[in-house]
């Protein structure tokens, strides 16, 4: 049979409720300032909270959204009929030679029918899965993608066709919940030794007819389709696992390694949570971001290990009530907002907090990078408890980023207002605090706050158009902050 029922009991249903309460107590404990605390995934390494634990920041609470959300998750879960679909059943060979995509297309019809069901890659087996979408929005609610084996993604050019944005992606469902103790492997070091141009994620895309496929600004159609004519692996380098226009969304335990590209990336979600996971891609593997945030609301990470070539989170413009805690970043490129405003284009970003971060082996800490001539904001930013070690950067505001192409000065800027750096402490490499605002648009409301940074090389921080405050001496001394609070009238 291919779907089989596992019966609820009322012990299931009972536990159920000992969940819910036990959520409710732990939330009750938060609100009194105890630490929130999240049952832990054993496999993945989890630094310890720091200094200043019961600290309120902003976007510490989890919002209430959020919570009720989970909570009916876990009674539906727990408390319903369970049906499972096993892609072996569909023919699935599980050899890691033979394609498999067409069973984990026809084992999702089925789960996508059933709600609260699972779809089960079993362990012991290595999936060879082309360029797949589980797509909504016709699917029930609450589907459960049971990842115990390991999915690897092909290395041929002729699987590719001329370019895709992603590799496994889950498309306008509710409820989506992706876990286990599986690897999602992209196989990506055949894409970054080819020396091809890098695509931005971020990039206006014109979408052909198939909608998977797309031409960027700077290539045209004719290019990508002599690439695939040529056996050569196309142009766009796609995103290993990406969600779009999803609500509800939970990503727990799995493995996510060698990414093509990013490695997981959230596009026009909202009630997002990640945990217990583990990113894994070389320190010089070409813009394999972690996590990538795009036009997602309510999106809480924690407790994960991110190393890879790039961001290993990268918030990006429509993005807001993130929280993010608990995380080890390395290598890697750090914790970004941004790159925001390229184009001349608008951004909004607001409600942010990270914190208890370890950081090591990273090129930066933590940054806001935006480009001259784009409108929009950035403010309500909290960094704090960050440990750095062996960091090049660890503290930067960048409203002048350029990618390495000649950038044109343009007197508007992304305006950046109310950011703190709180407990920051380690070592660093290079320099060990960067503020670099516009002339028009000056960043406002930048406070620091317990910053105690040493080096072998002893390099003077850099403040330019930085209007803020120390609220304690800093090590080493930044003596220019700007005082005052000079209006910044750039808002969303």
Wanted: aromatic share 6%; hydrophobic share 35%; net charge neutral.
């Amino acid at each position: 049979m291919r779907g089989f029922n596992r019966g609820g009991s009322k012990f299931l249903v009972f536990i159920a409720l000992l969940v819910v309460l036990s959520i409710e107590h732990r939330v009750s404990s938060a609100r009194q300032g105890k630490q929130f605390v999240r049952q832990q995934n054993t496999n993945t390494p989890t630094s310890p909270l720091l200094k200043d634990k019961g600290a309120e920041f902003p976007g510490q609470r989890i919002p209430r959204l959020m919570r009720e959300v989970y909570q009916a998750k876990t009674v539906l879960s727990a408390g319903s009929d369970n049906t499972i679909f096993n892609v072996l059943d569909y023919g699935a060979k599980g050899d890691g030679a033979t394609d498999d995509t067409k069973a984990f297309e026809a084992a999702w019809v089925d789960t996508c029918k059933v709600e609260a069901s699972t779809m089960m890659i079993p362990s012991g087996s290595v999936f060879l899965v082309k360029p797949i979408s589980f797509s909504g929005p016709n699917c029930e609610p609450n589907i459960v993608f049971q990842l115990d084996g390991k999915i690897i993604a092909p290395t041929n050019a002729q699987a590719w066709g001329s370019g895709l944005l992603q590799w496994l992606e889950f498309t306008k469902l509710q409820g989506i919940t992706v876990r286990g103790k599986g690897i999602i492997d992209g196989q990506g070091s055949v894409w970054w030794t080819k020396k091809l141009p890098t695509n931005d994620p971020n990039e206006d895309i014109k979408l052909t007819s198939n909608s998977t496929k797309l031409v960027s600004n700077n290539t045209s159609l004719a290019d990508l389709v002599s690439v695939e004519a040529k056996g050569k692996l196309p142009h766009t380098k796609p995103t290993a696992l990406r969600f779009y226009g999803s609500t509800g969304v939970t990503v727990t335990g799995i493995t996510i390694q060698n990414s093509q590209q990013t490695h997981l990336k959230f596009d026009d979600c909202t009630v997002v949570q990640v945990f217990g996971i583990s990113v894994a891609s070389p320190g010089d593997s070409p813009n394999t971001d972690g996590i990538h945030l795009q036009n997602s609301q309510n999106v809480l990470i924690h407790n994960s290990n991110l190393a890879c070539g790039d961001d290993c989170i990268s918030i990006q413009t429509g993005c807001s009530g993130i929280f993010i805690h608990d995380v080890i970043c390395g290598p890697g490129h750090g914790i970004s907002i941004g790159s925001l405003g390229k184009d001349n284009s608008r951004a909004c970003v607001s409600n942010i907090t990270v914190r208890d971060i370890k950081m090591h082996d990273t090129e930066n800490g933590v940054r806001i990078k935006t480009w001259q001539g784009g409108s929009g904001s950035v403010q309500g930013v909290m960094f704090a408890n960050i440990q750095v070690s062996e960091v090049q950067h660890p503290i930067i505001i960048d409203q002048f980023y350029c990618d390495g192409e000649k950038c044109n000065n343009h007197t508007s800027a992304v305006g950046i207002s109310a950011i703190t750096f709180q407990n920051i402490t380690g070592t660093y490499t290079k320099s060990p605090v960067h503020f670099a605002c516009s002339d028009t648009m000056p960043c406002t409301g930048v406070t620091l706050n317990s910053i105690e940074l040493t080096a072998t090389q002893e390099i003077e921080p850099f403040c330019w158009q930085t209007f803020g405050k120390l609220q304690t001496e800093t090590i080493p001394p930044v003596n220019c902050l700007k005082a005052g609070n000079k209006p910044n009238y750039n808002r969303c």
